[in-house]
């Protein structure tokens, strides 16, 4: 009798390591670490493994997912691009390819045109499905969209959701549970004080839901009052809605700042709250953000984890186009992150040999 040939999932449990890494290994490609590379390699040679990858290309046609990133907060769009790439890069052995599109430091509504111009060059090839990421107001492309929906190619939406008959799945933090878990936070130190919330656009999906989770869990009476200010998405407008609340009479007790903008605040909380007067909690997990929670000038951070959306869109499209059962809406669970545990976690969300820590 024949012995069974090793598969690549042999060679993944063999080395307690995820599949993605094994392909990268042998592959030469995505990221990963020399020493990770060498024990894939020997442990490869060891159990006499050959993988046939011509054999896998050309059982399957060719397909192309298009993708469009439009987000103002660079790192935040890095993130998430990162993800889509890094799920990508296992894909690429059944035929499916990736064509993205990135317009970072822009709303939707600052570059409509080149949003418009994506989607129609998206549905006049043909692709087999569609990753938007479009932060802001999406309306201001709904004529393309539309024409997206009428060719019935299936859409995977990141963060902010646009509800067509085209779209399969919509990928986001969960934002309702991560707004209880701000008023939480606050209320261990600002209890029936008066707090402040910063937010990108109240009419924004992850937007109302991160206030909404706020207010329920404040409805019980936690502080005396929690008022909103907006900043749109444009780094002045932080600046001068963090001034002014600052300078609020009478003081606030304690922010949540509730999206990722919570990078462009961290130098002007590091010069006006250094005496920690303030009780601030952010969103999301970026290096510029180590100092501060070290400090204390950010109690607490809840991570959103971008990487990870853009790895579940990733899978959701290309499940749906295997037609297979996908989640109508992939909610990623918020993390608290605090000064006492910041070095446990990773601004890449990938397998632990892969990543790199803050």
């Known amino acids: 009798m024949n012995e069974k040939k090793p598969t690549i999932y042999d060679l993944a449990e063999a080395l307690n390591i995820s ?120 309306h201001v492309c709904d004529d393309a969209l539309t024409a997206l929906e009428d060719a019935n190619i299936p859409m995977v939406c990141i963060i902010n959701d646009i509800p067509r008959k085209n779209r399969m799945a919509f990928v986001s933090a969960d934002g309702y549970c991560a707004g209880r878990i701000a008023a939480e936070l606050l209320s261990l130190t600002c209890a029936k004080q008066r707090i402040a919330i910063l937010t990108g656009d109240s009419s924004i999906h992850i937007h109302q839901q991160n206030i909404s989770g706020f207010m329920k869990e404040a409805e019980s009476g936690l502080f005396e009052a929690a008022d909103i200010y907006e900043h749109h998405d444009h780094p002045e407008l932080v600046r001068q809605e963090l001034q002014t609340i600052f300078s609020h009479k009478p003081a606030y007790q304690g922010l949540y700042i509730t999206s990722a903008s919570s990078i462009t605040a961290c130098p002007i909380l590091m010069n006006v709250n250094q005496d920690n007067q303030m009780k601030v909690v952010t969103t999301d997990l970026f290096a510029q953000m180590k100092a501060p929670l070290d400090s204390g000038v950010i109690f607490a951070t809840i991570f959103q984890n971008p990487f990870m959306q853009g790895r579940k869109a990733v899978k959701s499209i290309y499940q749906h186009l295997q037609n297979e059962k996908i989640k109508d809406v992939v909610k990623i669970p918020p993390q608290i992150v605090m000064r006492t545990n910041i070095d446990s976690f990773y601004i890449n969300e990938s397998p632990a040999d892969n990543t790199e820590p803050i």
């Open 19 to 138: 599949v993605g890494t094994v392909y990268r290994a042998l592959h030469d490609t995505g990221r990963i670490s020399p020493k990770t590379k060498a024990r894939v390699l020997a442990k490869a040679s060891e159990m006499n493994f050959k993988f046939n990858q011509s054999a896998q290309g050309l059982s399957r046609t060719p397909i192309t997912i298009g993708v469009i990133l439009c987000c103002p907060v660079v790192p935040f769009l890095d993130e998430i691009h990162s993800g889509i790439l890094y799920e990508f890069s296992s894909l690429s052995q059944y035929n499916v390819f990736s064509d993205i599109r990135t317009m970072p430091s822009m709303n939707t509504e600052n570059c409509a045109d080149q949003v418009t111009q994506c989607l129609d060059e998206f549905r006049q090839k043909n692709y087999a499905g569609v990753i938007l990421f479009l932060s802001g107001s999406h």
